[in-house]
């Protein structure tokens, strides 16, 4: 059998490193500052860069956004000749071992620009140009004249001994695009006009979605066989989506992942309070990512600026996370600072660490497979489809919440923290007919509202044949397309009926559990703080562990009785067992972390997967196993950091005791970050590896 050609970003680790602006705020002197940017970029351990030959904020021109003034290489679109920095970068960084991935934005213009290419800016759908990019700029449409002038510059960068090209986009914004090219286009499709995409409750707002997906893929399809043509070599990708919707920007990386080299996303981008921002969000990118790239590389980018104050930088402690989790995801990572950034020493220390580990054992962090046998689903189509999946604020997009109940980012934040808590290494992957569900003994589904028949079909038979099932509130209550079942559709593996209708809210009620099992081990107190909404449903086959308490009309309003609601029902289905939750259960950790919750998902975890490692007496240290053929590595993410964020500071602990499940045999341990001899007892239950300290992050290599 012939092995599959591998391409340079496909061969070794990516250490991608981009200091954004230090050769953007004049063109004088460049052959200095080129010189400086390679040096910081070797001192680093870069072995990538994304460099800057756009200039976004032009010396005698106010304003910001890309423009053709500002082009730093030779292109025959360049209203004036500036200094050709590509030219100077590329030999002394090509000496110094770095790659070169051009970057290039393709969603944000200056306004000048969008004066003199008015027919190719974005419209919305009152009829106006979107003209408040980051408060500032345009953004271009790519279904219009526009597409021609990016593969122009296309063109003129492939005639350089680049390495890459990165767009920085392309998108819709989340209330375009009625521009004249979209109308044209959209007709061609056998349509009528536009309807508004502020409205998801016309027939013909799917019609419209699928039309901005499909133009942004036939884009990268278009980008591709232009660079192809002259370059074959050369790597393509752009920034893509993670947990998050696709339709506000028209981005669906299942379809982009074809005509790109790897899939990327801003999953370390942090903004506003961070005490409301997931400490896995990295993490959670870099498990998604892996599940929706078709064995490409992925790339989460990680971001050193506070969002939005981005010349505010992160701790370095915050920084040592944001990679931590990208590695121990199974991504690799893209880091990205200002040039006065440069005088943190401590935050670029730490990413020289990381680079140094890196470059010692490539192997531990290439071409490694998780060895999870938990998977947690992050719902794809209810966040497309469901009323009640609301869109983050990003770079891309605002915030935009929803009235209906069930938000999805938080369930599924939520049932990320619980895992991550119970020290269950766990996948990310998707409710798609096509996911292999084969290699898990434990599914947990937070409110997968939306399922297509198929798939349905698929998760009954997970469970009848031994699978496992944790599921949250209205899950499998939907079709595909958004629209309310009659029941739902894993009723029977559930074990219950659906009773129509949601109950709630609950201000400060409880449920309580009313028959004893195993999965409540550990879980003393009577009454336990309710979700604010649950689903109304009756037990059928199923057996009520936990019920929901009668709602109070005050919180001093006595003992509420009991309810006729169960909340926790657990229903064996054939050869498995299904647990169904039946409130925002997800959505209450993430707000409250109740520890009865935490604890109700170790005993599930413990029951129903193998749970092949555990990390004694140090409950708040994130474990993940992967493997290659020939090494299994543990990662170790240090999440003592105290009770707010930003995190300032990570306490260090000492003698990390790890139990390795006695399945999993273990030879030659050894610390690849610290180097520290580890002491290694063999018992009954396994391995006990005791590590001499913890500090912020440390990945365990023995051989099988």
């Known amino acids: 059998m012939v092995e599959k050609q591998k391409y340079w970003w496909e061969k070794k680790p990516l250490r991608i490193v981009e200091i954004a602006s230090l050769l953007q705020k004049d063109c004088a002197g460049v052959f200095e500052r080129v010189e400086t940017e390679v040096k910081l970029l070797k001192k680093l351990g870069a072995n990538v860069c994304h460099f800057h030959c756009m200039m976004h904020i032009t010396p005698d021109i106010s304003g910001a956004g890309m423009n053709e003034y500002g082009f730093l290489f030779r292109t025959r679109l360049a209203v004036r000749e500036n200094p050709d920095h590509l030219a100077a970068f590329l030999p002394l960084a090509h000496q110094a ?94 349509n009528q006009e536009l309807p508004k995409k502020s409205d998801r409750n016309d027939e013909r707002w799917k019609d419209l979605i699928y039309f901005q997906f499909e133009s942004i893929q036939k884009f990268l399809a278009d980008s591709r066989k232009t660079v192809h043509q002259l370059r074959p070599d050369i790597l393509l990708c752009m920034n893509g989506n993670s947990n998050w ?54 790339v989460v980018f990680n971001c050193a600026g506070w969002k939005p104050w981005s010349f505010y930088t992160l701790s370095a402690a915050e920084i040592s996370l944001l990679l931590a989790e990208t590695l121990s995801g199974g991504g690799n990572y893209w880091v990205a600072f200002f040039e006065d950034d440069l005088k943190q020493k401590e935050v670029l220390e730490v990413i020289r660490r990381y680079n140094r580990l890196l470059t010692r054992f490539p192997k531990a962090f290439s071409g490694t497979e998780s060895m999870a046998d938990v998977a947690l689903v992050w719902p794809s189509v209810s966040a497309e489809f469901y009323a009640g999946s609301s869109v983050p604020l990003r770079d891309f997009t605002p915030e935009i919440k929803t009235a209906h109940i069930g938000d999805i980012s938080q369930e599924f934040y939520g049932f990320y923290e619980l895992l991550a808590r119970c020290q269950t290494p766990f996948d990310v992957i998707e409710e798609l007919p096509t996911t292999d569900l084969s290699r898990y003994r434990l599914l947990v589904l937070p409110n ?75 879980i003393t107190k009577f009454f336990l703080p309710s979700p604010q909404y649950g689903l109304a449903v009756k037990a059928k086959e199923g057996t009520v562990l936990i019920a929901f308490r009668k709602k109070m009309k005050g919180r001093y309003d006595g003992v509420p009785m009991l309810s006729e609601y ?6 064996r289905y054939g050869q498995g067992k299904a647990v169904y939750l039946a409130g925002i259960f997800g959505t209450a950790f993430f707000r409250y972390h109740f520890p009865e919750y935490l604890q109700l998902m170790k005993n599930i975890c413990q029951q129903f997967s193998s749970m092949p490692v555990t990390v004694e007496s140090f409950p708040e240290v994130e474990v993940n196993l992967r493997r290659n053929r020939e090494k299994i590595y543990l990662h170790l993410i240090n999440m003592t950091a105290g009770l707010k964020r930003p995190v300032t500071g990570i306490t260090t602990l000492h003698d990390v005791k790890v139990m390795v499940n006695k399945n999993i045999q273990v030879l030659k341990v050894r610390c690849l970050k610290t180097e520290a001899k580890i002491g290694v007892k063999f018992c009954r239950q396994g391995t006990i590896l005791t590590i001499p300290q913890l500090c912020d992050y440390e990945i365990l290599e023995w051989e099988t």
């Open 566 to 571: 169960p909340f926790t029902v657990v229903n």
């Open 448 to 522: 997968v509202a939306c399922l297509e028949s198929s798939m349905v079909e698929k998760l009954k038979d997970f469970v009848q044949n031994g699978g496992n099932l944790v599921a949250s509130f209205e899950t499998s209550l939907y079709d595909a397309g958004g629209r309310r079942l009659e029941r739902m559709g894993l009723e029977d593996v559930f074990g219950i009926e659906y009773a129509g209708s949601v109950i709630g809210p609950f201000s400060w009620d409880y449920i309580s559990p009313v028959t004893e099992s195993n999965l409540l081990k550990g």
């Open 245 to 298: 919707p696709g339709w506000p920007t028209g981005v669906d990386n299942h379809r982009n992942i074809v005509y790109t080299d790897l899939l990327g996303a801003e999953g370390g981008f942090l903004y506003g309070d961070l005490n409301q921002v997931p400490v896995y969000k990295p993490g959670m990118a870099a498990k998604l990512l892996r599940t929706q790239s078709q064995g490409k590389p992925v």
């Open 97 to 190: 071992g770095i790659r070169v991935i051009v970057y290039f934005n393709v969603h944000w213009y200056h306004t000048d620009f969008g004066r003199r290419h008015q027919e190719w800016i974005q419209i919305r759908e009152d009829g106006s140009p979107v003209n408040n990019m980051y408060q500032t700029g345009v953004t271009p449409c790519i279904n219009s004249p526009f597409r021609d002038w990016v593969f122009q510059v296309l063109t003129d960068l492939c005639a350089y001994d680049i390495d890459g090209i990165f767009y920085d986009g392309p998108i819709f914004h989340h209330n375009s695009c009625y521009c004249h090219w979209c109308q044209q286009a959209f007709a061609e499709r056998g």
